[in-house]
């Protein structure tokens, strides 16, 4: 594959769990004490009170909600608003220039309304705020109609690979000349019905969840959004805005074994690893660290653990989701964002909920926070239907 030109990440924005933007995350990684709990927006009849990763009442209290927009459009135009603010655009400016929107996603805009559903079922009419809300809330079309943008408009639901293959998407209209800027990422809300999906499926913890230990039972769901401004050569110069750090690759690709659990030998994963680095021109050999997807099951974590091992043995890796989560369509998004922000700070966290190594995966995730060197980085993600996404990030000003 013929190298792409770096893309320029400009601006970045995160609300999640561990915090209401991206710096209070990044405090939170490298000081939080993460504590999941039973959700309190909706409530279910399962005895063991499997804990998520919900948003904070001041977090929520803190964002201009809207009663025709869902909680998962919320936070899109929230952290598509910080995004940039991060990159210094004012949104009046952006409508002079070519700006695209692509956002990944799951299902946080359908499956909060049962009460609708409950009413017309029982044959009485209901109300159709919920539908009116539901039409309206596509992520991608509420962010532009939020900023009033006209270009591209994609809204992309790939399971849990959707906020990381929406920028790899989004930096592929920069890199073709579509757009001058590009607002990518990722936006999901909890649901109920989400939470006893995932239940049912049995990769769910009734504890904190342990990504790669060896005690590991399944996954906490988590909810959030983050988004960057990926902004073109031309634009940068014009602006003389510095880029933070640049979509160097990407790479996608299917296992096409089963609906839910990753090819044990990894192959789709190795795949698109390899194209996220052959599209970026760059080497294993290369890569200073791995955000990897650690969402803490015994298959995903067995099959990621040995593609590291195998591909990169000896580089740092680690897990964000002890912090965030699971955060379905955003947790690739919201992983991009603190891989990016790490880079750029030059130090990395510790995976949390790690504690006892299991000798099966034959490597362990960081265990404490350190510094690192390099300039290039890896952020990873594995989806159900065999789904897998890699985007390479890196700094460098030499890169513009």
């Known amino acids: 594959m013929k190298p792409g030109k770096p893309v320029a990440v400009t601006g970045m924005g995160c609300i999640c769990a561990a915090g209401s933007d991206l710096a209070a995350c990044m405090t939170s990684l490298f000081t939080g004490n993460p504590n999941p709990g039973p959700p309190r927006r909706f409530t279910s009849d399962h005895p063991n009170p499997y804990p998520v990763f919900e948003l904070t009442a001041s977090v929520l209290s803190g964002l201009s909600r809207e009663q025709n927009l869902s909680l998962t459009a919320t936070l899109g135009i929230a952290t598509a608003r910080q995004a940039l603010e991060d990159a210094g655009w004012e949104p009046e400016a ?85 757009c001058d800027v590009v607002l990518a990422g990722g936006t999901d809300e909890l649901s109920r019905v989400t939470y006893n999906g995932f239940i049912s499926l049995m990769i769910t913890d009734t504890g904190p969840c342990r990504p790669f230990d060896r005690d590991r039972k399944g996954l906490n769901l988590g909810e959030g959004s983050a988004v960057m401004v990926l902004e073109s050569d031309r634009s940068c110069h014009l602006r003389k805005k510095a880029p933070r750090v640049f979509v160097m690759g990407y790479g996608s690709a299917a296992d096409a074994y089963h609906l839910t659990a990753p090819k044990p030998d990894g192959a789709g994963l190795k795949k698109a690893i390899a194209d996220a680095l052959s599209s970026g021109g760059k080497t294993m050999s290369e890569v200073a660290y791995v955000g990897a997807h650690g969402t803490g099951t015994p298959d995903n974590d067995r099959v990621e653990a040995r593609v590291l091992h195998e591909l990169m043995p000896g580089v740092p890796f680690f897990s964000t989701k002890g912090h965030t989560g699971h955060t379905l369509g955003a947790a690739g998004a919201i992983q991009a964002v603190l891989v990016a922000a790490f880079l750029k700070a030059g130090r990395i966290p510790a995976s949390a909920g790690f504690h006892t190594p299991d000798p099966e995966l034959l490597i362990v995730p960081t265990v404490d926070s350190r510094m690192i060197s390099g300039k290039i980085a890896l952020s990873e993600s594995l989806a159900f239907g065999g789904s897998n996404a890699a985007l390479l990030l890196g700094i460098g000003e030499n890169w513009i």
Request: charged fraction near 20%; hydrophobic fraction near 35%; include cysteine.
């Open 94 to 178: 952006l409508r002079r220039i070519r700006t695209g929107v692509c956002i990944g996603t799951t299902v946080g805009c359908t499956m909060n309304d049962e009460g609708f559903y409950r009413i017309y079922r029982s044959g009485k009419p209901p109300d159709l705020t919920p539908i009116r809300r539901f039409f309206n809330s596509n992520p991608a079309a509420s962010i532009a109609k939020a900023f009033d943008l006209e270009g591209p408009c994609q809204a992309l639901v790939n399971a849990c690979c959707s906020g990381t293959d929406a920028i790899g998407i989004g930096a592929s209209w920069i890199r073709q000349g579509l």
